[in-house]
Structure formats: C-alpha cells, structure tokens
DNA sequence: ACGTGATAGTTGTATATAACAACTAATTGC
DNA sequence: GCAATTAGTTGTTATATACAACTATCACGT
C-alpha cells in the first residue's frame, strides 16, 4: 500500500512545499459528512412541503426545464443514470401530468420529453422553499464570505466532475477490450 | 404560494438590502449538483480499491474509529440512522471480521462493538485512497483558496447541520401529541 | 421494396440502502 | 419473582438504481 503524497503542486506553491494536505484532508471528511447530512435532509427539503414530488422527479424536471424538452436517452445523459431509470422516473411523471410525451414527427421511436404546466409550479415552489431553507441556514453570513463561498463551490463542483470524468474514462480505457473467440 | 425573501439580516449588511438571494440560489444549485455527483462517485470513490467494504459501512466504521467502541443504540445515534438499519450493518461487519462484539458486562443485552485491526486497516486505506483522489481534483487549488473553501465548508455544513437539526425539532413539537383514548 | 442491422425505449430482475413495526431476550423495579 | 422497560434483531416495505433482455421502429444496401 504505502502511499507517498502526489507530487502536484499549485502555481502559487513553492515547489517542495507541502501541498496542504491537511486542507485536502478537511475538505474530503467536511464533504463526507455533509454528504450524508444532505441525504438525510434530502426528503425533507422536498417532500415536507411538495410530497407529491420526489426529489428524483426533481432533478428531471430541472433539466428539461433548463435546457428545454429532449428525448429520453438525451435526458438520460444529462443527468447521467441510465436509461432505464430514466424511463421509469419519465413514466411516473407522465402519469402524475407532470410530463408529456410528444412523437418526434422525424423518429417514430422516439418522443420528446415536454413539461407541463404543473412541472414549472411544482419547480418553481420546490426552488422557492429551497431557497427559504438555504436563507435561513445562511442567514448570518455575510455578503463577502457567501459569494466566496458559493465560488469556491462552484469551482469545487466542476474539478469534481471532472475527475469523475477522467476517472470513468480511465476506467473504459483500461478495460481489456472483453476478447470475443477469434475463431 | 407567492413567498417572499425571509427579512434576516446579516451584521455586516444595511438594513434593508438584499440577501444575496443569487448567492444564496447558487450555493443551493451547485450543491445540489455536487450531491448528485458524489452519489454517482460514492461507490467508485471507495469500490474501487477496497471493494470488499461499502459506503455504509465506512460510515461505521469511521464512527467507531473516533469515537470509540460503543453500543449499537449509540452508533445508530451517532450515525443519525435508525437503529435496525445500524443493526445489519453491524452483523455484516461482524460477519467479516471488521466488528467484534464484546458483552456489555453490565448488560447483558447490550455488547460493546469494538473495531479489529482488520477495520482499522481498512479504514486508513479508504482514507488515503480518497486524500488521493481529493488532492488530484485539487492539485491546481492554491493553497489560499483551498484553506478558505476547507473553512467555509466546514461552517457551512455545521449550519446545515443545525437547520436540519431545528427543523426537525419543529416537526416534533408541531407534532400535536398522537393523542390516545383519554377513557 | 424488403430484409438486416442498428437504435429508442421499456420491462424484468437484482442490488444497496434504509425506515417502520413486530418481535425476542434480558434487565430493573417493586 | 412478576411486570414494565429497554436493547437489539428480524420481517416487511419503499426508493433509487443498474444491467440485461426484449419490442418496436428506422435506415441502409442491394
């Protein structure tokens, strides 16, 4: 095992310097534990007040509201589950008339993924309590350390993703091409 | 519906001015974002390398690494889970050689769980493994930013935390007292 | 224009996680 | 020592998700 620290080091660090492993170390426990606190919090933060749609429902309805109808597949990749989940989830909230399903007129197979009318209420509250929530959990923050922070997270959310990209990637590249009989 | 923006003020903002309410929206956004992927990567994070101990069970272990051995009623509290839930886990950890329970000797429905040496080395492996993982995501933070975000994260899951804690407090005491036959 | 192969989506099945409720066993109080 | 309490376990259920098998449709080549 023994594991020696990365030698990466930030523009700004003298090479040598150690590269705040401890800061690294604070970040991934404090994550860790807020990961858990929000899955606990997750339910509550939606289905207290809007218990008619799950948090799940959510998520697909903030992407085709965001980056407007799409086909089922592509909703699948945006937010990156399977398709067959996704069809389930799809499948819940066309029969609660969240969703309609519109034929492509150019793939039968095919159909757009519309929200309706209900979906952007049901959003625009969810968002409204959401941010209530927040409000109040940041409400003696000051203007300064907020915006930093909303920042830093952003930022921290993107490298995150990327890694997980290039982890995935590495993954199907060392994949050893699963050899048919070459017969 | 039609809320509208809580009049909380934090001490360095006049009277009157807005909230950051963007701010606000943004850290809710990108966190919600940031949940998603880590639940994505959760299993990968740790699968990976150490495959043969979950998620879950890390938690666990983790809990019983810091605070020391205890009973399982306490773990679950600890854990914030429910105390079945804590009990499989438990016997599975038993089952693989990473929990040893040892009879409370002053309660013999009780028994202390004590990690192995086993557990211990296995949680020292996830944590590097994730360090790892974490330091490479930030090798090109500096040492400034890291050290602010690690900070400010850490604020705010603690305030996260305590709205969580709050709310459900108020959820108990809205609870009007599940009234039995007064007869 | 028809059949073969690819593609869109659905359904079948399986896993992880976790909660509520019902139960068992051991303890404490009287 | 019996009743009421408490510690923990097991039964059942629900959500979320994935892989694999299947169905329906399209697209291309001859």
Redesign the interface.
Known sequence: ?S?S??P??????APGAA???D??????D?????????????A?LLAAAAHDVEWSAH?VLKCLATEGPMRSSALAEC??SDPSTVSRQVAALVRDGLLERRADPVDGRASLLVPTDKAAAVLA?H????????????????????????S??????T??????HS?LEEQVAAAPAPQEETS
Do not use: C, K, Y
């Open positions: 095992m594991v620290a990365p990466i080091q930030a523009a700004d660090r590269p705040a492993r800061d690294v170390a604070a970040v991934a404090t994550l860790v534990g807020l990961f858990r606190s929000f899955g606990r919090a997750r509550r998520v937010i990156q509250e968002d409204e309590i959401r941010l209530q929530h927040f409000s109040r959990m940041l409400h003696d923050w000051s203007d300064r350390d907020l915006r930093r922070f909303a830093l997270l952003q930022r921290f959310t490298d995150f993703d990327g890694a997980n982890w």
